[in-house]
């Protein structure tokens, strides 16, 4: 399929490409360092070569969410999304941006994603997880009471919140001591990622901001497969959660999926089952996935022609407003 539109796609500055660095071996990290950096040659002759029309990109993890000094976090994030409106400025019929945020300071976050909105064209936000803040050993979520104005703004632009992963902090992740190879990618990004989705989920955020939009990659970070046992027990169990409603309604309702880094058939008929076809965009994950691996997978899929063109090309041009030939 050609025209596909592409959205956890990553690009890193100087400033952040160490925090890349950690998941690859010597011998292969000098390709991804350089596909990191790269926006304009290999990356653009991958997309032409295997019908990617457009990238949304974003900063790489952990990046800004990493740096426990608000003040640095202000500036490092203004840093990397001048410098991505830049990019994108030399190509964008190819290339479109999502912000950084110092999410550290909830009403700074807010004042630079209204700027990367208003002002630099960007279409959301990319946010790496719970940020560090002060002390290193920090992990603020963004179900906090402190964050309720960040959504109400995030509502008002009407732009989504893509919540990719991160690691969880090595003095809180005992349960992989001596399991080093559940860390990262294959498993310990979904457990952090999805556990802080189901608390946005809970806390009533979505009652409060119902045109609220999250995106979650990797086909949902497991949640769209147990969601319904989700609800099931906490029909039975509320504990007093806050939210009004099951929380499949809001996974229906305020949430997309990409399919980012999770090429496989069976994982996306589950999801689509379960949010619709309407609510699920393509995605890579580049560099860390592989282009022709993703859009080989695809477009080969067992699915309808019309799911393939929603979920590949016009869901996306829906959701971000994409002015498509
Ligand atoms: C990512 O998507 O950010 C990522 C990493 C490291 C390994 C795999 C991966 O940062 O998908
Ligand atoms: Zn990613």
Redesign the pocket.
């Known amino acids: 399929m050609t025209g596909k539109i592409a959205l956890e796609e ?1 690009f890193a500055l100087p400033d952040t490409i160490d925090d ?1 660095e950690r ?1 690859f071996t010597p011998d292969v990290w000098p390709t991804m360092r350089h596909r990191l950096v790269d926006i304009h040659e290999t990356r653009l002759g991958e997309m032409d070569k295997y019908g990617i029309e457009m990238m949304i990109l974003s900063l ?2 952990v990046a800004i969410q990493a740096v426990p000094d608000t003040r640095k976090a202000i500036v490092l994030a203004r840093k990397a999304n001048d410098y991505l409106a830049e990019q994108v400025a030399k190509n964008p019929k190819r290339f479109q941006g999502f912000a950084a945020l110092p999410m550290q300071d909830p009403e700074a976050a807010a004042r630079e994603l209204e700027r990367c909105v208003r002002e630099l064209g960007f279409k959301g936000a990319l946010v790496n997880g719970f940020t560090q803040r002060d002390v290193e050993d920090s992990a603020v979520y963004f179900d906090l009471p402190e964050y309720e104005a960040f959504w109400a703004t995030v509502e008002r632009l009407g732009v989504p919140f893509y919540l ?2 991160r690691e969880p902090l090595a003095s809180r992740s005992q349960h992989y001591e001596g399991h080093p190879w559940f860390l ?2 294959a498993w310990s990004f979904a457990v952090e990622t999805s556990i802080h989705a189901l608390r946005l989920m809970a806390s009533g955020i979505f009652d409060r901001y119902p045109k609220l939009t999250l995106i979650l990659g990797h086909l949902g970070e497991r949640i769209p497969y147990d969601i319904w046992r989700v609800d099931h027990r906490l029909s039975k169990t509320p504990r007093g959660i806050p939210a009004k409603r099951p929380l499949g309604e809001y996974l229906r309702n305020n949430i997309y999926l990409t399919t980012s ?1 999770n090429f496989r058939t069976q994982t996306l008929l589950d999801a689509m089952g379960e949010v619709s076809t309407d609510r699920i965009l393509f995605s890579v ?1 580049w560099p ?1 996935e592989d282009v022709q691996e993703g859009c080989e997978w695809f477009d080969t899929a067992s699915i309808a022609e019309a799911d393939r063109l929603k979920i590949g090309r016009t869901n996306a041009g829906k959701l971000f407003g994409l002015d498509l030939a």
């Open positions: 990553h890349s998941y790489n993890a990719h992963p990262g990618s880094g994950d860390f």
